[in-house]
């Protein structure tokens, strides 16, 4: 699907308009945790790449009126292609970029899938794969 403007009408209309959730709102009121949630996000493991259920939040400051969500999907795309060793390295760095881009100094990332876990009969020495629950 292409777009319906071109990317300088894009480019244009990012730099000569109203960054709404920066905006001061009519009265101040922190929240403790906004973001999203049911995003799948794939992550290059050792194990290949595996897609996982998130839950991404972000405090916010009572100075303005609500986070950038194209920042956290910016956030995702630049660890796509990213190898990790393990999850939780995925993780710290996804909650840590995203906090960054978003102004916050709180986050919380949640991550939960499934990977494969490979096993030998003894008997038979023959391999089975099967899959493991894994939550971050």
Same mark, same amino acid.
């Given at each position: 699907?292409?777009?319906?403007?071109?990317?300088?009408?894009?480019?244009?209309?990012? !730099?000569?308009?109203?960054?709404?959730?920066?905006? *001061?709102?009519?009265?101040?009121?922190?929240?403790?945790?906004?973001?999203?949630?049911?995003?799948?996000?794939?992550?290059?493991?050792?194990?290949?790449?595996?897609?996982?259920?998130?839950?991404?939040?972000?405090?916010? %400051? %009572?100075?303005?009126?609500?986070?950038?969500?194209?920042?956290?999907?910016?956030?995702?795309?630049?660890?796509?292609?990213?190898?990790?060793?393990?999850? *939780?390295?995925?993780?710290?760095?996804?909650?840590?970029?995203?906090? %960054?881009?978003?102004? !916050?100094?709180?986050?919380?990332? *949640?991550?939960?899938?499934?990977?494969?876990?490979?096993?030998? %009969?003894?008997?038979?020495?023959?391999?089975?794969?099967?899959?493991? !629950?894994?939550?971050?």
């Amino acid at each position: 699907m292409k777009p319906s403007i071109s990317p300088q009408d894009h480019a244009r209309v990012l !730099a000569e308009g109203v960054d709404i959730p920066q905006q *001061r709102p009519s009265f101040g009121l922190p929240l403790p945790e906004v973001g999203i949630c049911g995003k799948t996000v794939w992550v290059r493991l050792p194990e290949g790449l595996i897609p996982f259920a998130a839950r991404l939040e972000v405090n916010l %400051a %009572a100075e303005v009126r609500g986070i950038h969500m194209s920042r956290m999907e910016e956030v995702i795309a630049g660890l796509h292609d990213r190898e990790f060793s393990d999850l *939780r390295d995925y993780g710290l760095q996804l909650g840590g970029e995203m906090m %960054a881009r978003q102004g !916050a100094n709180r986050g919380r990332v *949640r991550l939960s899938g499934q990977l494969p876990l490979i096993r030998t %009969a003894m008997v038979s020495n023959r391999q089975s794969v099967d899959s493991i !629950a894994v939550s971050l």
